[in-house]
């Protein structure tokens, strides 16, 4: 490896080792699940404060390849215990390759590792191979040489369009046939799209879901992952999927393993550093397609390259097979020295790309006689920009070119990729009237079609693609020209899709569970524009008239989950707060003041609440917008401190969520008083136990801070640290914010708490298991905290739980020795 990649498999593992789905210890009691904000960047913003499991885990974290493994069987293995795990020392182990696999089992742990299928990706590639080119590597020494071994790392590079891509399929689709006839040998594949940028986390799940479905037998390896992640309802960290990766990759299931990785420039630079970082140092064949990439050449010093060139007998074998489909040029080059002609201008003209070279022959295939064949040679584009010039003066010459713009419009400036479905509907809007209307819709056939080759149906996936990533560079300031602001055009047909389906008001609550998995699934484009409206409408310079238009004509807008559950129903000051829309907000309310009349289609109520019992500002908080919350504040109406139905307000859920924007608490400040800091929701509990619950020290601190920092009071130098504060506040099953603190293990918190002055160290709660705050942290294990409690100077360690349980007989009880000797060190 090179210095810059010298990280290990087993360092780089405890790197990335992150406990997944265990969560931290928490205390005390656990807070309600109430509605959350939908379609967040960040999983974890909630409108409610969901509670984390409690505990440890056996695994602490690890993927455990050997635990409840079937049909492997260890062979004059020396093994050892770790922990608990078992550590195979000699790796000596064979494995059933046989195995018979329930295919409703393999099927579901198949469809959990990943959604992403590189096969479909690698049908289409392969089906854009013309005739038999490309067929030259498999004459290259390097490659015979690298295809023999059982391990190397050969690069294959070239410039844009020089087929690097048909290349890797070609030579995957070669040695999976190899694979046939011969079950260990390991054929796996990847393949990086500039329009769909996935982290190395993404792209290992998708190679380990391909080796599933492949070879059924590797599911000894993936099953205990499964089995522990859908039990606690989380996913692999990219640590688990490296060490799977490794197991099923050093294990005596096979002789040849060879991963191909496509596009490599296409990735992006840290997932590039990544997939060299980790599959270099696997035993394995690997091969690598992209541009040249100078600055990673020297992170592989091992690596062989070669150079994908057009070759003269690929050019030879691309005019043979279109005059084969072709009748008409067929018989053109019959005459004189045509296709000699023909072969040299092709050659020179595309620049050692076969895809200019294919697209330059699409257009000699329309000539119909000698002349026509002549002009058109002399005329023909050199090089992919005047390819694609070329090709945009067909679409120019169309009947209808504004249709094939917008549609290119949508591919180059889309989030995320588009089924053929999704692109009919997309661009099924009137240019006028900006409505929806099914009876501007046209055939797949003819959408491909008026694009004159500049777009690519993916037959299995259905997904529309450029026909090259070098299309999308050239059509960016082409496009502009026709429409300086593209995002407006998507963001109008996305929301005119959603109003078509009634989204802007469902008037059936009922069936809102239901709306999500069948109206998307049975709508097209409507789950892009659901997920896509007002990323689109944040990408143009102001918010476009019909983006505004639609949250104003917003009653009932229904939010999900990230994970599609129903979430709530919201009127437009809600959707404008959910969707950081700040600047709309502040232009209505500015004019909603006293005294003006009201210029919206209903009345607008900042403190209104949804469906679900959540304010405009309550939501803000959760997406954690700054802005919008400041705007919200500003606004003379607001009650700054108005709870959910739940009682919780957006106080406390900013306290709970802390690592939001550290200025969103800031900004509470200057609008509420010590009576809002204290307020508790419906179960007792206040911002500070939120706070402490979740171990947010910087929340904590700005809370007990509350009376010396506030914006625009005078306050004596001598104020006491925690002034006014309710530190001690109860909640409604006897918990306090320190003995949450204390059982989730939140040192920290616990530390700046036990600076308060008037802090209850010995209340005990009504809960047996809980007890005072220092048995809590003895029978959760918390040592640091043990030792925290224990120098403050009005601790009792003597304070028994109404079952006469004290902190000593907890610590005993569970087996903490140096608790106990801590304890006792205290003279218990």
């Known amino acids: 490896m090179g210095v810059g990649l010298s990280v290990s498999i087993e360092r780089r593992v405890e790197r990335l080792k992150k406990p997944s789905g265990s969560g931290n210890k928490s205390g005390g009691d656990v807070p309600p699940r109430d509605p959350v904000v939908a379609w967040c960047s960040d999983p974890h913003s909630a409108a409610s404060l969901p509670a984390r499991e409690g505990g440890s885990s056996n695994s602490s974290g690890n993927a455990r390849i050997l635990d409840n493994a079937k049909d492997v069987k260890l062979e004059n293995s020396n093994l050892i215990a770790v922990q608990g795990n078992m550590t195979n020392v000699t790796n000596i182990v064979t494995h059933n390759l046989n195995v018979v696999v329930p295919e409703d089992v393999l099927y579901k742990i198949v469809a959990w590792v990943s959604v992403i ?74 393949y990086c799209r500039y329009t769909d940028p996935l982290p190395i986390k993404a792209v290992l799940a998708a190679i380990i879901r391909q080796i599933l479905e492949d070879y059924p037998s590797t599911i000894v390896f993936v099953k205990p992952l499964y089995d522990k992640h859908v039990l606690r309802n989380t996913r692999p960290t990219e640590g688990e ?8 990759f050093t294990s005596d299931m096979f002789d040849q393993r060879f991963l191909f990785v496509d596009g490599l420039d296409e990735a992006t630079c840290d997932t590039q550093f990544d997939i060299l970082d980790t599959l270099s140092q696997l035993p394995l064949n690997a091969l690598f397609t992209s ?68 697209l330059q022959l699409d257009i000699l295939g329309g000539c119909l006689n000698i002349k ?61 009237t900006s409505k929806y209307d099914t009876e501007l819709l046209i055939d797949a056939e003819s959408l491909l079609s008026i694009c004159c080759g500049l777009i690519t149906l993916e037959p299995q996936s259905k997904l529309v693609r450029l026909v090259h990533y070098t299309a999308k560079y050239f059509l960016i300031p082409h496009l502009r020209k026709v429409y300086p602001e593209p995002h407006a055009l998507i963001s109008s047909s996305c929301v005119a899709r959603m109003v078509s389906c009634g989204f802007h008001n469902v008037e059936t609550p009922q069936d809102l569970p239901a709306l999500y998995s069948t109206e998307f699934r049975e709508s097209p484009f409507l789950a892009y524009s659901y997920r896509q409206w007002a990323t689109h409408s944040h990408s143009c310079t102001t918010v476009p008239p019909d983006a505004v238009d639609f949250i104003l004509r917003c009653r009932c807008f229904p939010l999900y989950g990230f994970r599609g559950d129903y979430l709530d129903l919201c009127p437009s000051v809600h959707v404008a707060a959910i969707f950081n829309f700040h600047t709309l907000l502040r232009e209505w309310f500015d004019q909603t003041r006293p005294g003006n009349p009201n210029p919206f289609p209903h009345q607008l109520n900042i403190n209104a609440l949804s469906a679900a019992g959540n304010t405009p500002l309550f939501y803000a908080t959760s997406y954690g917008h700054i802005e919008t919350v400041r705007t919200l504040l500003d606004v003379e109406a607001i009650d700054a401190n108005g709870p959910n139905r739940n009682g919780i307000t957006p106080l406390m859920h900013v306290s709970a969520y802390y690592y939001r924007p550290p200025r969103i608490l800031e900004l509470f400040w200057g609008v509420l008083d010590i009576k809002d800091i204290n307020a508790t929701d419906n179960e007792g509990r206040s911002a500070l136990y939120y706070a402490s619950y979740y171990g947010r020290l910087d929340a904590v ?91 403050h100077g009005d601790i009792d360690i003597n304070i028994a739980s109404t079952s006469g349980k004290t902190a000593l007989s907890w610590a005993l009880e569970k087996k903490y020795e140096g608790i106990a000797e801590l304890l006792r060190a205290r003279g218990v």
Not at 241 to 248: H, R, S, Y
Not at 373 to 398: F, H, S
Not at 719 to 731: C, E, F, L, Q, S
Request: hydrophobic share 45%.
């Open 701 to 791: 601190k700005a809370i007990l801070g509350f009376q010396s920092t506030r914006q625009g009071t005078t306050v004596r130098n001598d104020m006491r640290y925690g002034a006014g504060i309710n530190v001690n506040g109860v909640t409604s099953i006897g918990t306090t914010a320190l003995m949450c603190a204390a059982g989730g293990g939140h040192a920290a918190v616990v530390k700046e708490l036990l600076c308060v002055k008037d802090i209850d160290v010995n209340y005990r709660s009504s809960r047996d298991f809980i007890g005072s705050a220092l048995a809590y942290a003895c029978r959760r294990g918390n040592s640091n905290v043990v030792q925290l409690l224990l120098e």
């Open 117 to 190: 299928n590189y096969q479909d990706i690698q049908d289409d590639n392969l089906s854009k191979q013309i005739g038999e080119t490309c067929m030259w590597v498999f004459d290259e020494p390097l490659f015979l040489e690298w295809v023999a071994s059982d391990r190397g790392i050969l690069w294959g590079t070239g410039i844009p369009g020089a087929g690097k891509t048909v290349l890797a399929a070609i030579i995957i689709n070669y040695v999976r046939k190899r694979a046939e006839t011969n079950k260990r040998i390991l054929v796996a594949f990847a």
């Open 241 to 248: 999927l490296v060490k799977v990766l490794t197991a099923i």
């Open 372 to 432: 026509e064949l002549r002009v058109a040679l002399d005329c023909l584009p050199k090089g992919v920009d005047e390819m694609y010039t070329a090709t945009m003066r067909r679409i120019e010459n169309q009947a209808n070119p504004g249709m094939a713009k917008r549609t290119l419009t949508m591919l180059v400036f889309a989030f995320e990729s588009l089924s053929i479905d999704d692109l009919r509907h997309a661009i099924a809007i009137d240019p006028v």
């Open 291 to 358: 541009r040249p990439l100078p600055l990673l050449n020297d992170s592989v010093p091992e690596a062989k390259f070669f150079d994908i060139i057009v070759r003269n007998a690929d050019i030879e074998r691309l005019i043979a097979e279109k005059v084969r489909s072709t009748k008409t040029l067929a018989k053109l080059l019959e005459q004189d020295s045509w296709r000699e002609r023909v072969l040299k201008a092709v050659l020179e003209k595309s620049s050692g790309m076969l895809l200019v070279a294919s």
